[in-house]
């Protein structure tokens, strides 16, 4: 199918919008938009960063999860404790690919459970002193752990447990730090304010506790912020900032210790990945320590080389030519990749519907492919996510923000798109529907997608997905037609 004009897209949004009551339809239309390249500020033309409707679909998180799931989660030599009802923790636990090198339960914790398990005789009594014995039990069984961060569910911000007395006292016990950190699921509009309230514990609570201390420093220090390792995405990256020359000092939340945390204020540049997770951290530390960061894009050649040339502008000459040195080193290699998958895939089009920064990053690498994003949004984008996205977007592309599952499913049945982007929760409505789908909050149990060496499996993955014949033999359970009695009773 050709592209949509401007006048047929806001006419398929219109479309969609019609089975709405008129006060959810009002409220939807804000949330749905036509790309125009020339606007500045996204603020005009899309609301975002707003609570869901009630009873209307929505496909976010809780700040529990932001904070739990994204931000603290992935610190592999802390213990997290989920402080209330079993189920979050257990949701949360080792979902996102994490990847880290250590031995589980000895000195790595990510992909284990621990929560206070809360009944209701805790909701009425309060949890405060459980949550003391859990800790001292944790310190017996597993003592090369470097320090705890309670993750308050939504009983806690309701009874009133007082999880700062605790994790001081317990610190005080155990000379290990203690973060208490108050992302009660129900606060804030979704998971985005959970990734705030983490770096305000992280400011609080992690980042004081090596100033005054010594540290041998070089001029080429740096901190790799706001990449969470899926598939190994961190270490792929990693390469390429240390061959043109930097030391990467601390690395987190991906493969993060809490020493790298603390040692943060130290670099010269901060770098982030998650924009929309860490840019609250970044610019606490460029207020308090005078550190400037950027953000930068590791998805496909194209972006890679321009991110590269960014970093190396913030350093002197010899990190400059080590970035081109770089660059050429994995051109070849980028030209055969292309040579390769460009055909098979050129002109094929996309939509993507995730969260954080992959909405606006993954399409340049896209593009070196041949390939056009023909609708891209946020699940809990702020404005100036879409700020950054509007400029890479086609003009008369769909964008949309909190969509809707009715919503999106539609968007999809018009715009037919060669291959859906988005997450777990619509991963199996799309593969019914015959539609080719990647699950790309955790790359399809792939990766790394990151670097030059992640944009070969992605190039690979895109072509392993979009031309199997599969596709073409499925069609959804709710389209085929009725057997006819007769057969029904022959049968």
């Not at 005789?121 to 310190?139: N, P, Q, S, W, Y």
């Not at 090596?210 to 912020?225: L, M, Q, S």
């Not at 190396?312 to 050429?328: L, S, W």
């Not at 954080?356 to 056009?372: F, Q, S, T």
């Amino acid at each position: 199918m050709s592209a949509l004009t401007r006048e047929e897209t806001e006419a398929l949004i219109q479309e969609v919008l019609e089975v709405y009551p008129e006060k959810a339809r009002k409220d939807r239309e804000k949330h749905l938009m036509v790309n125009d390249q020339s606007i500045e500020q996204s603020k005009k033309c899309i609301t975002s960063n707003r609570k869901s409707l009630p009873g209307v679909m929505t496909i976010r998180g809780c700040a529990y999860a932001g904070s739990k799931g994204v931000v603290w989660g992935p610190i592999k030599d802390m213990i997290h404790i989920s402080h209330g009802p079993v189920g979050c923790g257990q949701y949360s636990r080792a979902g996102r690919r994490n990847y880290y090198v250590g031995t589980t339960g000895i000195n790595t914790f990510g992909t284990m459970n621990f929560t206070s398990d809360f009944q209701e005789k805790d909701i009425v009594f309060g949890g405060d002193k459980k949550l003391a014995k859990v800790m001292t039990e944790i310190e017996g069984l597993f003592p090369l752990n470097k320090g705890i961060s309670i993750q308050s569910e939504c009983p806690i911000g309701l009874i009133g447990d007082d999880i700062e007395a605790v994790a001081k006292k317990t610190a005080a016990e155990t000379g290990k730090p203690v973060v208490p950190v108050r992302c009660e699921g129900f606060r804030g509009v979704s998971q985005s304010l959970g990734h705030h309230i983490a770096n305000d514990a992280i400011r609080d609570w992690v980042l004081p506790r090596r100033e005054g201390k010594a540290f041998e420093g070089t001029p080429y220090d740096v901190a790799v912020i706001g990449d969470y390792n899926i598939g190994g995405d961190a270490w792929s990256s990693r390469i390429l900032l240390e061959e043109m020359g930097l030391r990467v000092i601390a690395q987190w939340s991906g493969d993060g210790t809490i020493a790298e945390m603390e040692k943060t204020p130290y670099v010269k540049l901060n770098l982030i990945h998650c924009y929309r997770s860490m840019n609250y951290i970044a610019r606490h530390m460029e207020e308090k320590y005078s550190i400037p960061w950027i953000e930068y894009n590791f998805f496909g050649p194209t972006k890679v080389a321009e991110s590269l040339r960014a970093i190396a502008a913030h350093f002197d000459d010899k990190i400059k030519a080590g970035a081109e040195r770089v660059i050429a080193k994995y051109q070849a290699m980028m030209d055969e990749v292309i040579a390769k998958y460009k055909p098979r895939l050129q002109g094929k089009r996309v939509m993507l519907y995730v969260g954080g920064l992959r909405p606006r990053h993954v399409i340049g690498a896209y593009e070196d492919l041949g390939m056009e994003v023909v609708g891209t949004g946020y699940e809990f984008g702020h404005g100036d996510d879409y700020d950054r996205t509007i400029k890479d977007m086609g003009n008369a592309t769909l964008i949309y923000d909190d969509v809707t599952g009715f919503e999106f499913e539609e968007f999809v049945k018009r715009v037919k798109p060669d291959l859906v982007g988005s997450g777990i929760k619509e991963k199996f409505i799309f593969q019914k529907m015959g539609v080719p789908f990647r699950q790309m909050h955790s790359w399809d149990y792939s990766g790394p997608y990151h670097g030059y060496d992640g944009f070969a499996i992605f190039a690979r993955d895109m072509d392993m997905t979009i031309n199997n014949p599969c596709w073409s033999k499925m069609q959804a359970p709710w389209l085929k037609k009725a057997e006819p009695e007769a057969e029904k009773k022959a049968a």
